[in-house]
């Protein structure tokens, strides 16, 4: 694909998929966000500096991250009509307060969930399922671990979220303490594409410009289409700069909007 005609795709694939997000029609596939900081565009949420997204795809219900507090994880799943007892296997990115202070809501409601969790992290003194490198829980959809060898607050192992879909892969980042392009080329190398539409965080908020230029250089060296900032990254002056920076392929994150996922053609 030229870089011309990639851009113009991009371009095409944003006005639909902005359009496709005001929907009202609730999507078979989608993600979720349920806690975050950003604007809240459903009755009901309530915002908290923390981060969990739900993931309904392939038959398979995921609760990425589970936000700071029980009792905002718990009022924002009933806003969103998810039974907690539904959900097939909770992910872990890390083990900070703001992705794992949700859980003792998960495992008392569902004591039996699968929870996936980095090496060498603690959770909750319960025990999860380490991640040395990739799971698939389904056909499309992937657990990834990413490591560094430069810690940032702690964080050398961070688990991120890979779905194949029709119009290419999504990527689904907590804070990319790893680095956004350590994770963008293990997700393009399982999925064996260029990443379509990358969200999430890269601590980018209260930071200087270049460091949003860096993150932007980085997505567009490698390729992605979309690009989501939320968590760590909501903030005007990083849209801001990623619109200029990214030619514009900027989406914002909304607080319990359902974003449709296409499932790839057999």
Not at 14 to 42: C, K, L, R
Not at 136 to 146: E, H, Y
């Amino acid at each position: 694909m030229t870089a011309i005609y990639r851009y113009v795709f991009a371009l095409v694939t944003f006005a639909m998929t902005s359009h496709a997000w005001g929907e009202p029609a609730t999507p078979t596939n989608y993600y979720q966000v349920i806690t975050d900081v950003t604007p809240t565009v459903e009755e009901g949420f309530q915002p908290e500096f923390g981060y969990a997204v739900y993931i309904r795809y392939d038959g398979t219900d995921v609760l990425f991250d589970t936000g700071a507090t029980p009792k905002t994880l718990q009022h924002n799943l009933r806003a969103a009509a998810i039974d907690p007892k539904s959900i097939d296997v909770l992910v872990i990115s890390h083990n900070h307060p703001d992705h794992v202070g949700g859980i003792s809501y998960i495992r008392k409601s569902n004591p039996a969930i699968k929870v996936y969790a980095p090496p060498a992290q603690a959770i909750d003194g319960y025990p999860v399922q380490q991640i040395t490198d990739v799971d698939k829980i389904s056909a499309n959809l992937f657990v990834l671990r990413t490591h560094t060898d430069i810690p940032t607050v702690g964080i050398s192992d961070e688990l991120s979220m890979l779905i194949n879909t029709a119009q290419g892969p999504y990527v689904l980042t907590a804070c990319s303490h790893t680095g956004v392009a350590k994770i963008i080329e293990k997700a393009a190398a399982v999925s064996g594409r260029e990443i379509f539409h990358y969200t999430g965080g890269a601590r980018l908020k209260f930071r200087g410009v270049r460091d949003t230029e860096k993150v932007a250089e980085e997505l567009n060296r490698l390729r992605v289409s979309q690009v989501s900032p939320g968590h760590c990254s909501v903030d005007h002056a990083v849209t801001k700069t990623m619109k200029q920076r990214f030619d514009g392929r900027v989406i914002g994150s909304a607080l319990g909007q359902k974003i449709p996922l296409h499932a790839p053609k057999n």
